[in-house]
C-alpha cells in the first residue's frame, strides 16, 4: 500500500556507541559499502545505507588488530533500522521486509 507523498526507503541505520570498536566498524563498513553514510553525533556515530548492512566480524576483528566476537558488537550497538540477524561471526541489518 502506499500513500500519497509517502516516498518508499530501503535505508537500513546502525546506532554505535563512539570509540575505537565503533571506529573500526565505520572504517571496514565504509569500506564494502562507499554508498553509506556516517553522521557522527559525538557520542555515537549513525551508519546509514540504501540496502542491507552486514557486519563481517573477522574484518573488523583485522581492522582491530585483535579478535571481535558478536557480544562485543552488540555491546556498541546502541540502537538499528530494520531487520536484524545475529549469526555466530556476522551481524546483517536489512530492510524489514513488508
Known sequence: MTHAGLKVSHK???KLI???DAEAVVAVMLAANPSAVV???GSYLSLENEGPLFFNLADIGE???RKYDVPAFLTILASY???IDVQDDTV???E???
Open 96 to 98: 524489514i521486509a513488508g
Open 63 to 65: 581492522e582491530l588488530g
Open 81 to 83: 533500522t530494520g531487520q
Open 18 to 20: 563512539n570509540g575505537g
Open 12 to 14: 537500513v541505520t546502525a
Open 39 to 41: 553522521k557522527d553525533y
Open 92 to 94: 546483517s541489518i536489512a
